[in-house]
């Protein structure tokens, strides 16, 4: 039923487009609601991550699709080891691309999927599921809780089993769907939202980013090392393109490491060495390096 009394399939197509973009901005408010607790997550991911810590995903469905979606972002974008953040789909990699019947409802699937990444005290796990009952996601946030891992939900429902068993939990209350039942819609459009959010916000704060440039961005392309040699050229204040191209491939091609090599001086091996020791943050294997506490030598 929309706004106007009249059902769905009544409606024109520029109608059916208002009532859907109206439920847009319900999924925008109810994730922005839901800030604080976001932000208790991407504190977590930050504290553990020079621990070694892992960011891992759980999910069935289309709340599956979601974190593995954000997951599989992750690295091009930042330039993290594709270990440290993972995701967790029920029913597996089919079930990425195709309906995989009853796979959420095994709770024991859930909690031996935590058990194969043996998850840790180090770990923080976000369990993603719009009505908060999911057999195999609730199991398995509840074993990586009984495993030491930071436990945090995005769910739209706060009194569910999995906002209880969270030490984080992130409710999104975008309210009823237009499609009664579809979560791919509001419920997945926020669910979305607060995994772009927690993320991207945790990565710039581990120093992947130069204000707004991705600056740990992988070179795997020729489009991308042509993005990482303009980046290199305005942050090392280099007009020429073919000297900062050279630069990145004396760097192995590496953007981090080519730009603590041109803003502080020091050869390679040693921009590597600093970049280590920060756990990649560009910004403190700068200050690092600028330092000059014998890393270089």
Request: net charge negative; with cysteine; aromatic share 2%.
């Amino acid at each position: 039923m929309s706004g106007s009394g009249r059902l769905l399939h009544e409606l024109s197509t520029a109608e059916l487009l208002a009532v859907l973009e109206a439920a847009d901005d319900d999924a925008l408010q109810a994730a922005h609601a839901a800030a604080a607790p976001t932000a208790r997550v991407v504190d977590a991911v930050v504290r553990c991550w020079p621990r070694g810590g892992r960011l891992i995903y759980v999910g069935a469905g289309t709340s599956g699709r979601i974190g593995a979606l954000d997951a599989a972002e992750c690295a091009p974008t930042f330039g993290v080891d594709e270990a440290r953040v993972r995701a967790v789909i029920a029913g597996g990699a089919r079930a990425l691309t195709h309906a995989v019947e009853g796979a959420e409802d095994s709770e024991e699937a859930g909690r031996e999927a935590i058990e194969e990444l043996d998850v840790g005290a180090a770990d923080v796990v976000v369990a993603l599921s719009a009505s908060g009952a999911t057999p195999f996601t609730c199991a398995a946030l509840e074993e990586a809780m009984r495993r030491g891992a930071t436990g945090a939900a995005i769910t739209c429902s706060a009194g569910s089993r999995l906002a209880a068993a969270a030490r984080i939990a992130v409710v999104v209350a975008v309210g009823r769907e237009v499609i009664d039942g579809s979560t791919r819609m509001k419920a997945g459009t926020a669910q979305k939202l607060v995994c772009n959010a927690i993320s991207t916000a945790a990565f710039i704060r581990l120093g992947r980013v130069w204000g707004e440039h991705m600056v740990a961005v992988r070179t795997s392309s020729d489009k991308l090392r042509l993005r990482a040699t303009a980046i290199l050229q305005k942050l090392a204040d280099c007009d020429d393109e073919e000297a900062a191209g050279a630069l990145l491939a004396e760097a192995g091609n590496d953007l981090p490491t080519a730009l603590l090599m041109a803003r502080s001086g020091v050869a390679r091996p040693a921009a590597q060495r600093y970049l280590e020791r920060a756990h990649g943050d560009v910004h403190r294997a700068l200050a690092l390096a600028l330092a000059g506490d014998g890393l270089a030598s």
